[in-house]
Nanobody, 130 residues
Framework: EVQLVESGGGLVQAGGSLRLSCAASGFAFDDYAIGWFRQAPGKEREGVSCISSSGGSTYYADSVKGRFTISRDNAKNTVSLQMNSLKPEDTAVYSC???????????????????????WGQGTQVTVSS
C-alpha cells in the first residue's frame, strides 16, 4: 500500500523558515517523482515543486523560486521541502504526491503548470503570520 506522510508544518512569522518532509512507503521510492502541492482556502491547488526520481531534475513555481528548495534522500525514502523567507501568502495546506512516471510529468495551461499525481499524502498545515 502506498503511503505518504507529511510533517514539519506549523506556525511561523513572515521571513522565517520551515522544512517539510514527506516520508514514503509501500512502493519503489527511487522509481517515482515526488511533488509538493499547496492549497489555500478558496484557492486552486498549486504545484509548488517537483523532483524527478533520480533527483537530477527539479521544478519550482515562480512564486517560490529562490526561496524553496526540494531535495530527496532515496536511502531514507524521504523528500524534503526547505522553505525560506516565508510570506503570509505561503499559508496553505501542503501535500506531497507521487508521479509514477518518475519524470515530473506536467502540462502548461492558463499560465500554470499542472503535474501528474498518482498518490497523495494527507497534508500538513503551514501558517505564516505577518
Amino acid at each position: 500500500e502506498v503511503q505518504l506522510v507529511e510533517s514539519g508544518g506549523g506556525l511561523v512569522q513572515a521571513g522565517g523558515s520551515l522544512r517539510l518532509s514527506c516520508a514514503a512507503s509501500g512502493f519503489a521510492f527511487d522509481d517515482y517523482a515526488i511533488g509538493w502541492f499547496r492549497q489555500a482556502p478558496g484557492k486552486e491547488r498549486e504545484g509548488v515543486s517537483c523532483i524527478s526520481s533520480s533527483g537530477g531534475s527539479t521544478y519550482y513555481a515562480d512564486s517560490v523560486k529562490g526561496r524553496f528548495t526540494i531535495s530527496r534522500d532515496n536511502a531514507k525514502n524521504t523528500v524534503s521541502l526547505q522553505m525560506n523567507s516565508l510570506k503570509p501568502e505561503d499559508t496553505a495546506v501542503y501535500s506531497c504526491a507521487v508521479d509514477i512516471t518518475g519524470t515530473c510529468t506536467r502540462t502548461y495551461a492558463s499560465g500554470s503548470y499542472y503535474y501528474r499525481t498518482d498518490y497523495w499524502g494527507q497534508g500538513t498545515q503551514v501558517t505564516v503570520s505577518s
